[in-house]
């Protein structure tokens, strides 16, 4: 069965450094997800991505953050510049064209900003 | 704008018996999805269940129903004949059909099955 899959599963890094998550979504799926669980809370939204570009962001999405699909497999998340409160799981998810559908997640990563 | 509300925190049920997660939704959107995700403590996102704002019947799937009524703007959860490995964090979600296409998430409600 296809999947979402994601890496690393687990990422530490220190205030300030730059991180990039990385996403293969499914293969025929052309809609593009990143969202965002803080532990203990609610799945928040960062941004949709579709047809090489951005096609939603939420306002936790700022400058600091950038997203890629760099070589048409691979779906990436940059934090430019973490912060202690970038702590989280970190969400990749893909859907095809039809609006009836779920969307997919991948397992998650989680990034631990010290 | 988007809501959903999820106002069960945690809930108990003991296993084989049915339990009922609550979620309301707000939107102005005519054309929506709704769906349920499970949660294990492994951390992943399962989909469960998926129903349509124009769908007449209540979806289910296999143990899982979705008990929608529109004019109430509810959508919520009944699980049957609870097993020890329903046990997870369940979350509510609900997708704009017609535009947006993320999904706005409720704050979760924490099932725990009992023996």
């Known amino acids: 069965e296809p999947e979402v899959t994601q890496t690393p599963s687990h990422q530490v890094t220190q205030m300030g450094q730059e991180v990039i998550l990385r996403c293969v979504p499914i293969s025929n799926h052309l809609y593009f997800y990143w969202y965002r669980q803080i532990l203990g809370q609610k799945v928040e939204f960062l941004v949709s991505?579709?047809?090489?570009?951005?096609?939603?962001k939420s306002e936790i999405f700022d400058d600091q953050f950038s997203v890629e699909r760099p070589d048409g497999s691979n779906f990436t998340l940059k934090i430019r510049s973490t912060k202690l409160e970038d702590s989280a799981m970190y969400f990749c998810?893909?859907?095809?064209?039809?609006?009836?559908?779920?969307?997919?997640f991948g397992q998650g990563t989680r990034l631990t900003v010290v | 704008a988007q809501k959903i509300t999820q106002t069960q925190p945690g809930m108990f049920v003991q296993e084989k018996e049915a339990v009922t997660l609550d979620c309301t939704y707000d939107t102005s959107d005519q054309s929506y999805g709704l769906f349920w995700y499970k949660q294990p403590s492994s951390g992943e996102m399962i989909f469960l269940i998926y129903?349509?704002?124009?769908?007449?019947q209540n979806a289910t799937e296999g143990r899982y129903s979705l008990n929608f009524q529109k004019a109430r703007k509810s959508a919520n959860l009944v699980i049957s004949a609870s097993q020890l490995g329903d046990s997870a964090m369940y979350f509510c979600?609900?997708?704009?059909?017609?535009?947006?296409?993320?999904?706005?998430f409720g704050s979760g409600t924490r099932l725990q099955v009992q023996p």
């Open positions: 998810a893909s859907s095809d064209t039809a609006s009836r559908t779920e969307a997919f």
């Open positions: 129903q349509g704002s124009y769908d007449e």
């Open positions: 991505f579709y047809n090489n570009e951005i096609s939603e």
């Open positions: 979600a609900m997708r704009d059909d017609t535009g947006r296409r993320a999904l706005t």
